[in-house]
T-cell receptor
Framework: RKEVEQDPGPFNVPEGATVAFNCTYS??????FFWYRQDCRKEPKLLMS???SGNEDGRFTAQLNRASQYISLLIRDSKLSDSATYLC???????????FGTGTKLQVIP | SQTIHQWPATLVQPVGSPLSLECTVE??????LYWYRQAAGRGLQLLFY??????ISSEVPQNLSASRPQDRQFILSSKKLLLSDSGFYLC??????????????FGPGTRLTVL
């Protein structure tokens, strides 16, 4: 089983739609979780951290389910500019080594 | 503010040729430095990380090597490239502390094609 698994998509959604991605992780000792965004042929950038209690940043909501070992990202009122690949990232502790998922591609359609 | 530079941006090399990719960070001291590779349709694979000058940890056995000759300089090398070395190479840095995850900031990357 991969350490971090994501549905590669693509998710094609109309503008204004709500879309959700899940990411599963295999190591129950994982401590921290993040979502990164990667635009086509660009470097990844941190979108948001994922806290146990769930957290929201504008139209973006991240959730963590430790019992089922997955994290989720919800995007409301999708914009064309949200089109990108969303990478799930998991940190198991120690030095700054993290595991990146392969990413979920989102395409927001006019 | 901190910035991270990588060069070259694009590289096409024949199989068996050497490789040298350079990464430099400005505006911070004693950062952790990382080299990742992203192959087409695959996730980011950590190749090397460094917590200080001359300190290199290798994550994946391969024909690549890394060096950190200066605090804010990280170099990825190969003596003989393989076709499977093609990919998008990303350098990243983070604040150099342990105990908690510190955001990694990525450079613009080098797109390497081995023919």
């Amino acid at each position: 089983r991969k350490e971090v698994e994501q549905d590669p998509g693509p998710f094609n959604v109309p503008e204004g739609a709500t879309v959700a991605f899940n990411c599963t992780y295999s190591n129950s000792a994982s401590q921290s979780f993040f979502w990164y965004r990667q635009d086509c042929r660009k470097e990844p950038k941190l979108l948001m951290s994922v806290y146990s209690s769930g957290n929201e940043d504008g139209r973006f909501t991240a959730q963590l389910n430790r019992a089922s070992q997955y994290i989720s990202l919800l995007i409301r009122d999708s914009k064309l500019s949200d089109s990108a690949t969303y990478l799930c990232v998991v940190w198991v502790g120690g030095y700054q080594k993290v595991t990146f998922g392969t990413g979920t591609k989102l395409q927001v359609i006019p | 503010s901190q910035t991270i530079h990588q060069w070259p941006a694009t590289l096409v090399q024949p199989v068996g040729s050497p490789l040298s990719l350079e990464c430099t960070v400005e505006g911070t001291s004693n950062p952790n430095l990382y080299w990742y590779r992203q192959a087409a349709g695959r996730g980011l694979q950590l190749l090397f990380y460094s917590v200080g000058i001359g300190q290199i940890s290798s994550e994946v056995p391969q024909n690549l090597s890394a060096s950190r000759p200066q605090d804010r300089q990280f170099i990825l090398s190969s003596k003989k490239l393989l076709l499977s070395d093609s990919g998008f190479y990303l350098c990243a840095w983070s604040v150099g502390t342990s105990g908690a995850y510190n955001e990694q900031f990525f450079g613009p990357g080098t797109r390497l094609t081995v023919l």
